[in-house]
Structure formats: structure tokens, C-alpha cells
């Protein structure tokens, strides 16, 4: 591993104009505005510490102004030709291909992320624009003949109505479009409260949909330091009509329980722990070039990252060694330098659950191969980790760590690795490595997650069903079940007689 030299932001045009480019007013009815009682909250770049851009922090009663606006454009929203909504998804779709490098360049002065990972995101993120563009035409109900013959059964499609999303900084723009894409393709309108670390990405994003073509109050865009007291009177108004979540469980329990007294339709897209099975009939090279992308993507700092790796006991050091020469090639720095391949983590405070997690592993018995040690400096940044012989009832397996840190355990057998697996409290994503198509057919079944990669170590895609099972929560996001999320079914009993 090796550390660039973190270069000043005041010596670089790029990143001041970039930044200087972005609103930072609450984008709220159609309109940039001030917060209420005219506070701010800073963005700070998390691979220096400093403070890059001053936002509007949203109160309770700018909450209710974007309610009234989302409740007023509502039914024209849904009156709207299904092709119109398609066809500002498209336009904000091209316009996010078009400002790609500037948008990851935000992303990463925000989040810390290398560029190229940023681009990636950008990337991600639009496609669910142009997917949810191709679904808003297809929205149909069904007719059918009653088994007694006597009448019709006509059922039709409607929006679910206003909307309330609360996203994460992990992923500030892709965690959004996500939601977006949808409602705005089912005809809902919505407020959208970013993450406090990450807003300027989600800025950004409301002046390319308002210049797609969004009419005002279809969309306001909420960044706001005190989330609970923004969204829970929100939550408690029955003009809201949905609420999406994405983030960890903790939080996404609490949210389901302010849900319940107006029995609002929820989805919560929450915390992960994916296991990484290596069986020893995998192709071991490949396994490690996947292992690369599930453990590392977005600095270990994806929901449906490799948290916790198995690897059949005959092939687990070997595994672990060729793991750790490639963590150690890793060139660890801020994320606008295009040397750097893996960034700071958020805040400081995920430095010291990542170490802390570390370090209780190896009081366990854990054998540190690569890393294991913070390197003193500016910046919330961990050292790219290899863990072997960790033991199976270490917390490191059992909690999300949120880091670069990849810790082997081994295995003896299949039925072994699948009760192990399985007897986590989570089950949003998993990975398996075999060459055996039958292990693989019966591996997959008996998982219990919402999503497997097969011999692969990424699996995010727009037109794919995302989403968990147990603590990591219900509801799906993408694909051809994305949009039912925003939509209502309404059936008519039709006399024929
Ligand atoms: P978090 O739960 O702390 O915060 C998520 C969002 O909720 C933020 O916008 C935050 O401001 C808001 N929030 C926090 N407390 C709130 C409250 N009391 N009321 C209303 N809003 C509140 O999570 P995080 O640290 O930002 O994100 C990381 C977590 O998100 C991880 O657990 C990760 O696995 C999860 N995640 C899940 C998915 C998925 O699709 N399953 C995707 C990305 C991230």
C-alpha cells in the first residue's frame, strides 16, 4: 500500500468551480430558498477534514412547505401523459451522461471515493433514469372474466402518492435515482432528504431534473442536519403517502415504527453482512479478482460489500496470501488524485468502528497478513486489511464494517458454510465461488438473501431486482418490480350480465 500526497483544494480551479457551480439553497417547490430560520450545515471533504461547501439545513417547517408543494402537484402529476414523465427521466438521464466528470468530481470532494468510482456511480445512477424512463410507458392493469362468468375483473394501476425518501451518503446519487426514477416515472411526487455528509451530489441532481423539464413541487430536495425532527412530522401526516428508506437497520426500525400509526407503505433497504464463499473447486484467481470489487468498491463502504469471507479450509491461505499482495499494490489517498484507488472512509467516526472491529478480531485469535495499523495524518483513512484464522464467532463477522478490511474464515464443509451463513441476522447480499454447477443450483436455493453473485463479486444493476430479506429489510429496488413500489392496484368488479 502506498499513501499519495493529499494536494490543496484552493490550488485546484477544477474542484472550486465545480463546487462553486452547485446550489446550496433547500431546492424546495421548484424554487432555491434559504432555510427557514436561514442556518447552514458544513460539507466536509473527508480526506483532508476541511469544510468545502455551506448548505441550507432544512427545519420542521420547510418539511411542511415541501409537503403542501408535493401534496398540490400531485394530481396533476399523476394526470401527467405517461410519456412526458418518461421522457424527463430520459433528458435528466443524457444530462447526467454529459456532466459525468464534474458530478464524480462532486461526488468525490463529498464522499471520497476514487474518481474513477465516482464516474461509476454517476453511471449507475442514471441508468436507473433510463430504465424507469422505459418502464413509465408500460404501466398497465389487467382484465379478466370472473370464474362464474357473471362479471369482469378490470384492475388498473395509480400512483401511491406523495412520497418521502431518506438516502445515505454511501452512494449520494445512485441511492436516490433509485427512488426517483421510479416515482417519477409512476406519477409521484416526493421529498428527498440526502445524507448530511453527502447533499451537493442530490443538489445537483434537482437543478438537471428541474431543467429535464420536472414541473415545481414534483420534487424538493431536503439536506438537513437534524433528520428526525425534519422527517418524523412528516411521517406523522397522512397527506404522505409512502416512505422509502435507505440506511442502516437501526434507523430503518425506528422509521418503520413512526410508519405504523398512519400505516404507511414502507420500503427499507438496510444494512448488510454478505458472506464470500470460496469452495475448493473455485477458480482461485478469479475469486480474488472478484474479491477485489466485493470487498473495495466505494472503500468497502457498500451495503452489499464482502464482509465476512469463507474459503474452504484447503485453499483459505493460499487465498489469503494472493489477497493481501493485491491490498498491498492498493495506492490509498484523495480520491480527485486519478493515482488513488482507494479513498478515506466517511468520518472520523467510522475510522474508529473499523479499528475497533480490527482489533477485537486479533485479541481473538485473528492473524493480521496485510494492514491492521492507522497510519497517523489528516483525513478519516484506514490501511487496506487482510484477516486470517478468524475465529467464527468473532464480531467482525457478525457487524457490518463499513471498511476496507476483509476477514477469512475457513470452512470444512457445505452444509457447514450454509448454516454458518445463514445464521446471520441480515440477508441482503451474498457471493459463491464453484466450478460444481449442482453446489451452485443448491447453494443459490438455499441461501437465505435477496441476492446472490454467481462466481462474480458485483452485483448492482438497474434493471435488477435490489433488495434483502430479514434485518436487511423489504421492498425492491430496480427492475421490473421497481415501479410497483409507487404504484397502487385498483380493481373494478364489472357487471357483464
Ligand atoms: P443511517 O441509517 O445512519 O442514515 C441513513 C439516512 O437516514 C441519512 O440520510 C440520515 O440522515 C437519516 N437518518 C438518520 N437517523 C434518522 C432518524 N432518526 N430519522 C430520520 N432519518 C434519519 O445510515 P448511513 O450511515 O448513512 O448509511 C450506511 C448504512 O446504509 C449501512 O448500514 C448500509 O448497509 C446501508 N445501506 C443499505 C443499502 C441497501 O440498499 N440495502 C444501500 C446503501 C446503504
Known amino acids: 500500500m502506498s499513501r499519495a500526497t493529499p494536494d490543496s483544494r484552493e490550488s485546484n ?55 403542501d408543494a408535493a401534496v398540490a402537484a400531485q394530481a396533476g402529476w399523476a394526470r401527467t401523459p405517461p410519456r412526458e414523465r418518461g421522457e424527463i427521466l430520459r433528458r435528466a438521464y443524457e444530462q447526467m451522461v454529459d456532466r459525468a466528470d464534474q458530478l464524480a468530481l462532486l461526488m468525490t470532494l463529498e464522499m471520497g471515493k476514487p474518481l474513477s468510482e465516482s464516474r461509476s456511480e454517476v453511471g449507475y445512477a442514471a441508468e436507473f433514469f433510463r430504465w424507469f424512463s422505459e418502464e413509465a410507458v408500460r404501466i398497465a392493469g389487467t382484465w379478466a372474466t370472473a370464474p362464474d362468468g357473471q362479471t369482469r375483473l378490470w384492475t388498473m394501476k395509480q400512483p401511491v402518492g406523495p412520497c418521502l425518501f431518506i438516502v445515505p451518503w454511501n452512494f449520494p446519487l445512485a441511492m436516490g435515482t433509485r427512488k426517483i426514477g421510479p416515482a417519477v416515472a409512476a ?69 418503520v415504527e413512526q410508519s405504523a400509526h398512519q400505516l404507511l407503505r414502507v420500503s427499507v433497504e438496510l444494512g448488510g453482512n454478505a458472506p464470500f464463499i470460496v469452495f475448493d473447486d473455485a477458480d482461485l484467481d478469479h475469486a480474488v479478482d472478484e474479491a477485489m470489487k466485493a470487498k473495495l468498491r466505494n472503500n468497502g463502504e ?101 471498511g476496507p478490511v476483509a476477514p477469512i474464515a475457513t470452512f470444512a464443509t457445505e452444509e457447514d458454510v450454509l448454516a454458518e451463513v445463514n445464521s446471520s441476522e441480515y440477508g441482503l447480499a451474498s457471493y459463491v465461488f464453484t466450478r460444481s454447477l449442482d453446489r451452485a443450483l443448491r447453494v443459490c436455493e438455499r441461501l437465505e ?22 434485518a436487511s429489510g423489504f421492498g425492491r429496488e430496480g427492475g421490473r418490480e421497481g415501479i410497483e413500489e409507487y404504484l397502487e392496484t385498483k380493481y373494478v368488479s364489472v357487471n357483464a350480465s
Not at 35 to 50: I, R, Y
Not at 449 to 470: D, I, T
Request: hydrophobic content about 45%; proline content about 6%.
Open 187 to 255: 406519477g409521484c411526487t416526493m421529498i428527498v432528504k440526502p445524507a448530511a455528509q453527502t447533499p451537493l451530489s442530490m443538489l445537483a441532481l434537482a437543478q438537471i431534473l428541474a431543467d429535464a423539464g420536472l414541473p415545481a413541487g414534483v420534487l424538493s430536495v431536503l439536506p438537513t442536519s437534524s433528520p428526525q425532527q425534519l422527517t418524523a412530522p412528516l411521517i406523522a401526516d397522512p397527506r404522505l403517502r409512502k416512505l422509502s428508506f435507505t440506511g442502516s437497520t437501526a434507523v430503518g426500525r425506528k422509521l
Open 449 to 470: 438473501v435477496g441476492m446472490v453473485g454467481l462466481n462474480r463479486g458485483v452485483l448492482s444493476n438497474a434493471a435488477a431486482p435490489f433488495g434483502g430479506v430479514k
Open 13 to 67: 480551479p477544477a474542484e472550486l468551480a465545480v463546487l462553486g457551480d452547485i446550489h446550496k439553497d433547500l431546492f424546495l417547490g421548484g424554487s432555491w430558498t434559504k432555510a427557514s430560520n436561514g442556518a447552514t450545515l458544513p460539507v466536509e471533504d473527508p480526506a483532508t477534514g476541511a469544510v468545502i461547501a455551506d448548505v441550507a439545513d432544512a427545519t420542521a417547517a420547510d418539511g411542511a412547505r415541501a409537503l
Open 302 to 402: 457498500a451495503c452489499t460489500a464482502a464482509n465476512r469471507f469463507y474459503v474452504h479450509e484447503s485453499v483459505a491461505r493460499s487465498f489469503a496470501d494472493r489477497l493481501a499482495e493485491r491490498f498491498r499494490a492498493l495506492v490509498v489517498g484523495r480520491g480527485v488524485d486519478e493515482a488513488v484507488t482507494l479513498g478515506p472512509l466517511i468520518d472520523r467516526a467510522a475510522v474508529t468502528k473499523v479499528a475497533g472491529l480490527v482489533d477485537r478480531a486479533v485479541q481473538d485469535g485473528a492473524s493480521v497478513v496485510t494492514g491492521g495499523t492507522r497510519a497517523d495524518g489528516i483525513g478519516y483513512f484506514y490501511p487496506p486489511t487482510v484477516l486470517a484464522d478468524v475465529p467464527s464467532d468473532s464480531l467482525i463477522l457478525r457487524e457490518e464494517i463499513f
